[in-house]
């Protein structure tokens, strides 16, 4: 509450000389310990977790009020959005009995290296400039928010910083894009096991999770593949590892990866060499 009643302060306080501001709200909730309070206690109809996640959306909720009661709202833009899936201390055996995933189809949580723990909600409002109900394909990661605020207040990013940040103003506007706003994006686990990807090609260079999920252990990771190859479109639950059977999806995938440790960056823009590298020729030595 402390913490929201500050934002809202500063809302009004900015609202008043109607120039532009920038609040960056980092809701310590629903991140553990899960402690709704007691006016959300039982409203989800599920378990702690799920009342927590209403006790966000109240806070959200306030936020876009006050922007609302100052007449700025179609003026601002929102962007709301998640750092990692969810963990799995909101008890997803318990959330299960009562018809509930927080990962959906997605496999894996947060910490992991697949897809339940870096697929998030995204979601952004800017009336005056976004035509709403829009979705998008693109894919976009949080890095980029840097860029995109870059872009938007006409600040120019130097070489050396948001060094793997683009960019989605595009996307937002509803700009048709002659090529994927990212060349590839590179993940990493909370045991900094990495993985890159690339349209619908998902390349990890690990045996297992990376994470708290299974396989994890020495024993179950045993016999496994050393790398795991994922086609998204067509297997977005990461259940058939297809590493053999595509050698030269692997390689590229691998060799780009190796250039962006190299350069220091993914984005277009001057190569910050990574002096480290240079004795290291192969990625799998890395991973």
Known sequence: PHLTDKSIQYIDSKAKNRKPFFLYFALPAPHTPILPTTEFLGLSNTNFYGDFVLQVDDVVGKIVSTLEKHGIRNSTMVLFASDNGCSPRADFEELKKVGHNPSYIFRGSKADIYEGGHRVPFIVSWPDKIKKGQLSDEIICTTDILATIAEITGYKLQDNAG??????????TGKNLKSPLREATVHHSVQGRFAIRQGQWKLILCPGSGGWSFPRTKEELENLPKFQLYNLSNDPSELNNVVEKFPDKVAHLKKLL?????EGRSTPGKPQKNEGMNNWTEIDILF
Do not use: A, C, N
């Not at 060094?163 to 937002?172: G, K, T």
């Not at 190796?258 to 190299?262: A, D, L, Q």
């Open 163 to 172: 060094e793997d940040s683009y960019s989605f103003l595009p996307v937002m």
């Open 258 to 262: 190796t250039k962006y440790i190299s």
